[in-house]
């Protein structure tokens, strides 16, 4: 039987999620040929084996070391053989017509190379990260400056999340979140999956945008959700503010068309450092 979809997560520490997270995974395949490809950060033999022996039909990628986001769910890649493939975080808890919705929509529409879903923190609330914009050097100073929440809902000044598209509908959006993007398997490996530059955040930015270089659209499907415990991983990472901080200047470097050449980008980075430097220093005094 032809497997449909490949689920690819990547574990760093947070095992109490990931049990959680195959549970829900499991429950809402019943309908599905689908495999799961867990690739294990900085492996706890004990904390796997356990794991294992719950989830006998489970792909085990154990490492000895921590090789961040984007190479981990890279290695998943190499071996995927479904149709199409999901890219999911642990920290995340799944609706039985979650997964079987966002295939069908896939199936269905052709010039859609990704899609994402509604996100929903631990307390139901909306997580505008959902859905966004392509970057730019207006938009940055918006976020930054804080203007981005307080008109949360303007086209203009919170353009980074989009805030004047419904978040219960379903749009075009040059950017999908990490923590879910489903895709046909034969694009993800034709665009060379995350770029490993990126340890961690600022690769599925890349990614989204990757994905209309080869002319195809993302999606955003307002209509289906997942909950995210946003940040679990990132609390066991103790080096979590120089990848937060190093993926923005790797980014904007990349991009630095988006930001208006050398000198948009330089002001953005300047920036970046200002504001990584008062947090380096926030968490010091702590």
């Known amino acids: 039987m032809t497997t449909e979809l490949s689920i690819i997560i990547v574990n760093y520490r947070v095992y109490p999620y990931l049990d959680a997270c195959l549970k829900a995974v499991s429950a809402a395949l019943t309908k599905i040929n689908a495999e799961i490809i867990v690739v294990d950060n900085d492996t706890d033999k004990a904390k796997q084996i356990e794991l294992a022996h719950d989830f006998p039909t489970i792909q085990w990628i154990c490492l000895t070391q921590n090789l961040g986001f984007a190479k981990a769910n890279n290695l998943a890649l190499e071996k995927a053989v479904g149709k199409y493939i999901l890219f999911l975080n642990p920290d995340t808890s799944i609706p039985a017509n979650t997964l079987m919705d966002a295939v069908q929509y896939l199936s269905s529409n052709p010039t859609v190379g990704a899609v994402g879903v509604q996100m929903l923190d631990g307390e139901g609330r909306f997580l505008p990260e959902s859905k966004r914009d392509q970057p730019s050097l207006l938009g940055s100073f918006f976020k930054l400056t804080g203007l981005a929440t307080l ?136």
């Not at 979140?177 to 046909?184: H, K, N, V």
Request: charged letters at 15%; a positive charge; hydrophobic letters at 45%.
């Open 151 to 286: 008109f949360s809902n303007a086209a203009i000044f919170n353009s980074y999340a989009l805030g004047h598209l419904n978040k219960n509908q379903v749009h075009s959006v040059p950017v999908l979140a990490g923590a879910f993007i489903m895709m046909p398997t034969a694009l993800a490996q034709k665009i060379g999956g995350f770029d490993e530059s990126f340890f961690m955040y600022g690769e599925d930015i890349d990614l989204s945008l990757r994905v209309l270089h080869q002319g195809f659209e993302n999606h955003y499907l307002g209509n289906l959700t997942i909950t995210h415990y946003k940040g679990a991983s990132s609390k066991q990472d103790p080096a979590y503010l120089d990848h937060f901080y190093g993926s923005m200047i790797i980014f904007v470097n990349k991009y630095r068309h988006l930001y208006g050449g050398v000198i948009g980008a330089w002001w953005l980075k300047n920036c970046i450092r200002l504001i990584a430097w008062m947090a380096y220093f926030k968490k010091k005094i702590q």
